[in-house]
């Protein structure tokens, strides 16, 4: 019955997301939901045997499901969102200043404090499990979150690549761009709600 839950929600935080960003943050993310989940569909197929869902809604080879690709797009909106605030936080800074590699910092800490409790909630629920015969994974497990050092180290290396994919993408992806307050790199930047 958990399970089942788990799923439902799974699809419902999407729609919850993205609303509450744009009622209350001001701030359309669906460019970063599409991007993000583009990234969380990539990774998941060409990973597929590495992890056991036990979700029932699945797309690819009958293991892989829906809502884990586009579970994603809503981690990395949650991590683009609060690295950003921690990088204008921290330098003081109205938004970030195009091409200033201090973001790939605040984007490894961002998806620390996002990713592991989602890793460790994901485990913990039983909504997947590690295939260790394939991955014999040995460098040990982190205390308390039960999750091995190699995925931290994955997705530390993971992080300091994709929230730049989704801030560069984004902007192709949002319907209405003058709600996306987000910064490109490219570009100027707008500053931040």
């Known amino acids: 019955m958990t ?24 701030r359309d993310v669906s460019g970063q939901m599409i991007a993000g989940t583009l990234i969380g569909a990539f990774l ?17 080879k009958h293991n892989t499901p829906l809502s884990v690709v586009t579970g994603w797009g809503v981690m990395f909106t949650l991590v683009v969102f609060l690295s950003e605030k921690l990088y204008c936080f921290c330098l003081k800074k109205d938004s970030i200043v195009p091409h200033d590699k201090r973001i790939l910092l605040f984007d490894a800490l961002g998806a620390l404090l996002i990713g592991l409790p989602l890793e460790t909630w994901g485990l913990k629920s039983g909504v997947w499990n590690y295939r260790n015969d394939i991955l014999r994974w040995d460098w040990g497990t982190m205390p308390l979150f039960r999750m ?35 910064p490109r790199f490219g570009g100027s930047s707008a500053p931040l709600s």
Request: glycine share 2%.
């Open 3 to 26: 399970l089942i839950l788990l799923e439902i929600w799974s699809y419902v935080q999407i729609p919850v997301l993205w609303y509450l960003f744009k009622r209350y943050a001001r």
């Open 148 to 182: 091995p050092y190699e995925a931290l180290f994955g997705y530390t290396l993971l992080m300091l690549i994709a929230p730049t994919f989704v801030r560069y993408w984004q902007g192709a992806f949002t319907p209405d761009s003058s709600l996306s307050q987000t």
């Open 44 to 60: 998941e197929f060409s990973t597929e045997p590495l992890w056991q869902y036990h979700f029932k809604i699945t797309v690819y």
